[in-house]
């Protein structure tokens, strides 16, 4: 079975859904009122400040925040690596290409090394040489595109061939590098005429990127909710492939498309720290600042022969629910898996293949570096737009992301205690405290309904009013 791809075109919002055998593996969405400069804009910008310490400066682009630029980041003349400081200046002009999307307090990161994404190419304007896409396994392919590539590529720039590029004869890549050329052209003639800072480039709007980036042979459908969206993409894939028009379909029921398909419910699970596999067992997510960690459990599968097997069946099926989770997440950065304790060498590599194999499918590069002494899985996840979490979720404003809080007997403790310090300094013979049920509750089991032992302390009479709108640990101390 092939891909789908939902398009959902909502109030200030496009969302495309992906899905491998009506699992979901991939959500984007573009937001309208987005202000962030987004992967892949260009943009003329100026050098705000310099870092040697670093060696990196800050660049401003007209966003909220610098964007940040190391010195691997700036083309060099010379093979020999230069400092910073010769390399830019304050006041000058650059023309930079977001390379990662701003997070949290951060810029977002910047790079010289421009590319210009077309359908089967990427045109590489200011360095030469030619890529392949490691997705092309096929050795005599890869040697075809590269033959016609050196031919119909300019001397002085250079090209990177797509996955899409697969079986394509030279014409239509020739001619989908005449309109990447076409488009550089209009780039710097507006570079030329911009004051920094400015933007020069935006990458196209989701409904194009969909066309570019996801239409593959084995995409079966492409369902559309807007008749004005899908219009809109027939005549994008007319000029790109024709024979590709008629997987679009227009979805016109009154219930709508992502609830149809079931994808709502799907994204709130991808949401959750904790997903259930198949056979029984779960995964827990915890991501921090620096990397995700990410842990196996049997959960309720016990197996049928021995503990081995239970083992190696709970983590094969981990390790494809893992590459799934990573797309549907697009989470990037430093992840280790903590998969359940195997003895035999032979189970760890065949769970190692498993992940291996499932994240093939993954656009976005990864690399597997392998277990580690301590037997966690290591590997990384190239990072360059906003995850699905940072788009659709913040930080909790109760607990500040801990993602727990103080138990009723804490704040009941707490409670007394400020209850006496108050008492020290009053000389009022009672106290009302308004507080949540709950810790009301806890301070009858613990000193009795009437309260005698903290009256005795208090030397001073106590009323407490039960108020169910307060948070857990929110409670107020009136003198009477």
């Known amino acids: 079975m092939g891909k789908k791809v939902l398009l959902s075109v909502g109030f200030k919002e496009k969302r495309v859904a992906v899905l491998e055998e009506d699992k979901l593996v991939e959500l984007r969405c573009e937001r309208f009122l987005d202000k962030d400069a987004a992967f892949g804009n260009i943009y ?12 990196a400066a800050f660049v401003n682009i007209g966003t909220e925040k ?15 690596k230069q400092k910073i400081q010769k390399l830019v200046h304050p006041g000058e002009n650059l023309l930079v290409q977001i390379k990662k999307e701003a997070t949290g307090t951060k810029g977002a990161r910047v790079t010289t090394q421009l590319t210009v994404p077309g359908h089967y190419l990427v045109l590489m304007p200011l360095c030469k040489g030619i890529g392949i896409s490691r997705r092309i396994e096929d050795e005599n392919e890869r040697d075809r ?3 016609i590539a050196e031919e119909i590529k300019p001397a002085h720039m250079g090209l990177i061939i797509r996955t ?10 020739k001619n989908d590098l005449d309109y990447l050329l076409q ?8 570079a030329l005429r911009a004051k920094a800072p400015a933007i020069l480039y935006s990458d196209s709007d989701l409904t194009y990127r969909l066309v570019r980036n996801l239409l593959v042979d084995d995409l079966d459908k492409i369902i559309v909710d807007s008749q004005k969206e899908a219009e809109k993409l027939r005549e994008a894939l007319q000029e790109i492939d024709p024979k590709a028009v008629s997987k679009v379909s227009y979805y016109s029921d009154i219930e709508p498309l992502f609830q149809a398909y079931g994808i709502e419910h799907q994204i709130e699970k991808s949401l959750r720290r904790k997903i259930w596999l198949d056979c029984g067992g779960f995964l827990i997510f915890d991501q921090t600042e620096a990397l995700l960690i990410i842990d196996v459990n049997t959960g309720k599968f016990t197996g049928k022969d021995s503990l081995q097997s239970t083992v190696l069946r709970t983590n094969l099926d981990a390790a494809e629910e893992i590459a799934r989770q990573l797309r549907l997440r697009n989470t990037g950065g430093i992840i280790i898996i903590d998969f359940i304790d195997m003895e035999d060498p032979k189970d760890k590599e065949q769970v190692r293949q498993r992940l291996e194999e499932c994240l093939k499918k993954d656009r976005v590069r990864t690399n597997i570096l392998g277990f580690t002494s301590l037997g966690l899985l290591e590997l990384t996840r190239q990072k360059s737009s906003h995850d699905l979490s940072s788009i659709m979720q913040k930080t909790c404003p109760e607990c500040g992301g801990l993602g ?14 400020d209850l006496k310090s ?9 106290f009302r405290v308004k507080a949540h049920p709950l810790v ?13 032992d903290i009256k005795e302390e208090l030397k001073s009479d106590l009323i407490l009013e039960k108020q169910p709108d307060k948070k857990l640990w929110e409670y107020d101390i009136f003198e009477e």
């Open 440 to 452: 009301i509750a806890k301070l009858k089991e613990m000193t009795g309904d009437d309260f005698t």
């Open 404 to 417: 727990k809080v103080y138990d009723e007997e804490t704040l009941a403790l707490r409670l007394i205690r």
């Open 44 to 55: 003329k910008g100026k050098v705000a400040n310099v870092l040697p310490g670093m060696d």
């Open 145 to 147: 595109l590269k033959l």
């Open 164 to 173: 899409a590029a697969l079986g394509v004869m030279p014409e239509e890549l």
């Open 422 to 430: 108050t008492a020290i300094k009053s000389t009022v013979s009672s």
């Open 183 to 190: 488009l550089w052209s209009q780039i710097e003639k507006k």
């Open 66 to 80: 610098n964007a940040f630029i190391h010195a691997c980041d700036l083309k060099q003349e010379s093979c020999e």
